[in-house]
């Protein structure tokens, strides 16, 4: 059985980081691309960015580029994300997701592209 799980969540003010990460159990881990995706109330759940299984292919969404830096661990079976000059506009629940195979396809947004998701953590920049 698969098991993903986010962390890291938690209040920042506007221009701070903060550093998410998920833990994956149950799957092959360095086989599976991983995805990051957000959704803010009211509004649909957003891909964020995506990295393939080795870590040598990575997109991001306009909306983050250049400010958030995905990256793996394969040893600790772990997924980061490095959130630099976070916006108000940041705030959403974050999820992270494993994907159906091991390379970020051309749709890697979409959230059918991806297998098993886990809970949550919630960001929250303040002005």
């Known amino acids: 059985q698969v098991q993903v799980a986010e962390s890291g969540g938690g209040l920042v003010q506007a221009g701070g980081s903060l550093r998410l990460s998920c833990t994956a159990s149950?799957?092959?881990?360095?086989?599976?691309?991983m995805g990051w995706f957000r959704q803010a109330p009211g509004k649909e759940r957003e891909g964020v960015s995506c990295?393939?299984?080795?870590?040598?292919?990575?997109y991001y969404s306009d909306s983050v580029k250049g400010r958030f830096t995905i990256s793996r661990d394969n040893h600790k079976n772990t997924l980061y994300l490095q959130m630099n000059s976070l916006k108000v506009e940041d705030t959403a629940t974050y999820y992270c997701?494993?994907?159906?195979?091991?390379?970020?396809?051309?749709?890697?947004?979409?959230?059918?592209?991806?297998?098993?998701w886990g809970q949550g953590t919630q960001v929250t920049v303040s002005s």
């Open positions: 149950g799957l092959s881990f360095d086989d599976a691309a």
């Open positions: 990295i393939n299984g080795s870590g040598s292919t990575i």
């Open positions: 997701a494993a994907g159906k195979y091991g390379y970020c396809p051309g749709s890697w947004s979409n959230m059918n592209e991806y297998n098993d």
